[in-house]
């Protein structure tokens, strides 16, 4: 009876098999992935602090001083996780796997929503599965993934009048972090004015739907506040902005580069083919017949989530990358993809979505980019690092270094029980720590995936002599011995 019931579900009929088969895709690229260790911030955001949890047994939230703690809920579920299916990378690559099977799954509810009965529908879905920064993250255990599903269904919520989605996805996302609450009070902005539109501009019953509508976000301000509270018992910081925190306004010299650097990100790794077809498309039609096309609900979304990420990043010293932005570029493939079918020949509309694919896809390779310093977590062209670390270790190991003769680099500045997992009994190498200052160190690791750009500010100087170089694609390693 089960399987005659599945057998004619919806879910198995001709308009869910693009989703069957992105779903297949998707395993297979992820599970060939399963391999990779943890990778740039997921090691400070999931791994240490799900460790502490784990190794404790859940007796002490009590997080030693500079551990990200922000993310206790998500931290917490990891080391869960970890006690029922062991803490290997395999099980923490399978709990991530699952989030990315459930953001696929809203990302196409998204897309048949806005793109209604349309024939390019399929099209448009692939297209925003093929962004270069949300493949990259949903392929590796990586926070962002986690944060935009949980927009994604507060999202649909507030587009489809569906409360309960509202609720459910606004209190998770205001348990992931200080930008999930952000972007949660973002959601809550738009779900407000879009009830405001829908009944029209009259402000007396404006007045009214604001307290109707704040109380679909109640729950997420409680939980918000809660985890608020536990944090501040147990590390005396908000949100990890400690003293220390690069989480404070920025001089007006960084400000100016945040300026630039802002819309160089929605342009970057392909996305600048995006906003071309874009132009394309107003030049040739007519800015008329473009916004008479556009779902308004859709654009007012995007324009209040992209004055709010504007706010939480330009004005601080806290360095930001492509991922904090991969809502916009969801909204921003979904807007062009209804555009073009609306619009244009149904031919000429699928070949030119096919195009845009492909030019995302070669992004992968480091094609078009102009950030790459700070985008290594945003295209795979990272890949070869994780092999590459490993030469470089193993060299160090060969001639037997101990880690606090080293000074590394971030995101390899950490020990590798918290990186490799499964390969925590390296002797030394498990848990010791590197050197803290180049200066007192006998080797220096130095790569062009980190946030420092010269090696001088790596602490290589004229005392140091190069050991040897392991290369690979974009990605380099060096090895650096002080005379």
């Not at 069957?20 to 240490?48: H, M, N, Q």
Request: hydrophobic share 55%; glycine share 6%.
């Amino acid at each position: 009876m089960l399987m005659y019931r599945l057998k004619d579900s919806r879910l198995f009929s001709k308009e869910y098999r693009v989703f069957w088969i992105a779903v297949l895709a998707y395993l297979g690229a992820a599970l060939a992935l399963s391999w990779t260790p943890f990778f740039w911030d997921s090691v400070s955001i999931f791994s240490r602090p799900a460790t502490i949890l784990y190794e404790n047994g859940f007796s002490d939230f009590h997080f030693p001083e500079s551990t990200v703690s922000d993310n206790l809920p998500l931290s917490l579920l990891l080391a869960l996780w970890w006690t029922v299916f062991g803490r290997t990378l395999f099980s923490t690559h399978v709990l991530f796997i699952l989030f990315g099977l459930a953001f696929v799954w809203q990302l196409f509810g998204l897309c048949r929503e806005v793109m209604g009965k349309s024939r390019g529908r399929d099209f448009v879905f692939l297209l925003l599965l093929c962004d270069t920064t949300l493949l990259t993250q949903l392929l590796l255990p990586m926070f962002d993934t986690v944060m935009v599903l949980c927009a994604l269904v507060c999202l649909r919520g507030i587009l489809s009048g569906n409360k309960a989605k509202v609720v459910a996805g606004a209190f998770f996302l205001a348990m992931l972090r200080s930008r999930g609450v952000m972007v949660c009070a973002a959601l809550g902005l738009f779900a407000l004015l879009h009830a405001v539109c829908r009944k029209g501009m009259n402000w007396r019953l404006a007045a009214s739907l604001i307290g109707r509508e704040m109380l679909l976000f109640l729950p997420a301000l409680a939980v918000s506040v809660f985890l608020f509270v536990v944090q501040m018992r147990n590390q005396e910081v908000v949100f990890g902005m400690g003293k220390d925190s690069l989480w404070r306004i920025a001089d007006m010299g960084r400000i100016m580069g945040n300026l630039v650097s802002f819309p160089l990100f929605l342009l970057d790794l392909g996305k600048v083919f995006l906003w071309v077809v874009l132009l394309f498309v107003v030049l040739k039609y007519g800015w008329a017949k473009v916004w008479a096309s556009l779902p308004c609900p859709l654009v007012g979304a995007y324009a209040v989530l992209l004055v709010v990420f504007f706010l939480m990043t330009v004005p601080f010293k806290n360095p930001y990358g492509g991922r904090y932005f991969m809502l916009l570029y969801i909204l921003m493939s979904l807007l062009l993809g209804k555009l073009m079918f609306d619009l244009m020949p149904l031919r000429r509309a699928r070949l030119l979505c096919v195009g845009l694919m492909l030019l995302l896809g070669t992004a992968h390779l480091g094609w078009y980019s102009t950030l790459r310093v700070t985008q290594w977590d945003c295209f795979l062209a990272h890949l070869p690092y994780y092999s590459l670390r490993r030469q470089a270790l193993d060299y160090l190991q060969d001639r037997q270094v101990a880690p606090h003769q080293v000074c590394s680099f971030f995101p390899a500045d950490k020990t590798s029980d918290l990186i490799d997992l499964d390969k925590a009994m390296d002797g030394v190498w498990a848990d010791e720590s590197f050197a803290p200052e180049a200066s007192g160190a006998d080797y220096v690791l130095y790569s062009n995936l980190s946030n420092v750009l010269e090696r001088s500010r790596a602490g290589i100087d004229s005392s140091c002599v190069l050991q040897k170089r392991f290369e690979k694609g974009l990605v380099y390693i060096e090895v650096w011995k002080r005379l």
